[in-house]
């Protein structure tokens, strides 16, 4: 119900009270009712909207505004304090959309703010935030050896008065299993005047699809989905097929070819019928592409029991271990999670 209205607005004429109800329910629990705000409004449909639905739509929509300011002058005093030694940052995901002023990025809620930089200009970066009032939360030697060697990102800053979130990352992706040359990307980024830059519009898509198909995380996948639906819709009819060779020159053809597939199929979005064919280098064989389509419909979708389908627990805990697999070799893989059962096991006991 909620896919549906994110793909075409105009069934909002057509939504009875009921569906209004289902519909409010399931966009809160997938973060998307400002975004729903958002594309009612484009298409100036909030009058057909119920009165009790439309001050759900209002509030959210109000909360989005807020962070929005939120998140354009946390980055602006971000790159300040990261002139002093030199560094740029560029920011990925939410916080590239809103900064970019992207239609993705409109109704767009966040947890954090995703920066990327080089990997040799972490230690310093994090030396200067640390100078300036953003600490690591409470993890042990462990984390911290984990999120230092095995992942694409140090462990989360916090800002001690403001409570704000930093991802800072060096990568896009794990580099234990795939080698993402992340100076393909960083090459054509876009920086203002402010010293903050941006992904390309095609990185931004790739870079959306390698984090929801690989990662194993789905709880806000209908939200992800969303956002390539928009990017996508920014696209001209010549920019696909330089889209599909961005993901081929990167090695991450296989994400993109589910983003497609999976945005044209939940979000009706406008995929042209020829941008990906069987023998593409993206494409799965017949039977990936069946387990592939079981699972993926029923994890990107709103996580409520309204739209749960039979077998989404089953999904979701398939592409969880999937992402794990993907993430770090089994070497790795196997010694990290005896250690975090023991510990579970440990604080049980406590």
Not at 71 to 93: C, D, F, T
Not at 129 to 154: A, C, F, M, N, P
Not at 233 to 243: H, P, T, V
Not at 320 to 341: A, D, E, I, T
Request: positive net charge; aromatic residues 10%; hydrophobic residues 40%.
């Amino acid at each position: 119900m909620v896919e549906a209205l994110l793909g075409n607005p105009l069934l909002a004429m057509e939504y009875s009270d009921e569906q209004w109800d289902r519909t409010i329910r399931l966009g809160r629990s997938a973060n998307l009712l400002a975004r729903l705000y958002q594309l009612l409004a484009d298409k100036d449909l909030l009058k057909v909207v119920p009165h009790k639905a439309y001050h759900h739509l209002v509030s959210a929509s109000l909360q989005a505004q807020k962070q929005r300011s939120q998140v354009h002058w946390e980055i602006k005093l971000l790159a300040k304090e990261l002139q002093s030694i030199g560094v740029r940052p560029i920011l990925l995901k939410g916080g590239a959309y809103i900064y970019a002023n992207k239609a993705a990025g409109q109704g767009r809620t966040l947890n954090d703010i995703d920066v990327l930089v080089r990997k040799e200009e972490l230690s310093k970066v994090e030396r200067q935030l640390k100078t300036v009032g953003w600490y690591s939360d409470k993890i042990d030697d462990y984390d911290q050896h984990y999120y230092r060697e095995w992942t694409h990102e140090i462990p989360p800053l916090i800002h001690y008065k403001r409570q704000t979130v930093l991802d800072i990352h060096h990568n896009i992706f794990p580099v234990l299993r795939f080698r993402i040359d992340i100076e393909r990307l960083i090459d054509q980024v876009c920086f203002d005047a402010d010293g903050v830059g941006t992904l390309q519009r095609y990185d931004m898509i790739i870079h959306s699809a390698t984090h929801l198909f690989f990662e194993g995380e789905f709880e806000n996948g209908l939200r992800d989905l969303s956002d390539m639906d928009l990017l996508f819709r920014e696209l001209k009819s010549d920019d696909w097929l330089k889209l599909k060779h961005r993901a081929l020159e990167l090695q991450l053809a296989r994400p993109l070819f589910y983003a497609l597939r999976y945005c044209r199929y939940c979000l009706s979005s406008p995929i042209p019928d020829d941008i990906w064919t069987a023998s593409d280098a993206g494409t799965p064989n017949a039977f990936q592409l069946r387990v592939a389509d079981i699972l993926f419909t029923r994890v990107l979708i709103p996580h409520h029991s309204l739209a749960k389908k039979p077998g989404h627990r089953l999904a979701k805990y398939l592409l969880y271990w999937r992402g794990h697999l993907l993430k770090m070799p089994l070497s790795v893989l196997v010694p990290h999670l005896l250690r975090k059962l023991m510990r579970s096991i440990s604080v049980g006991r406590d």
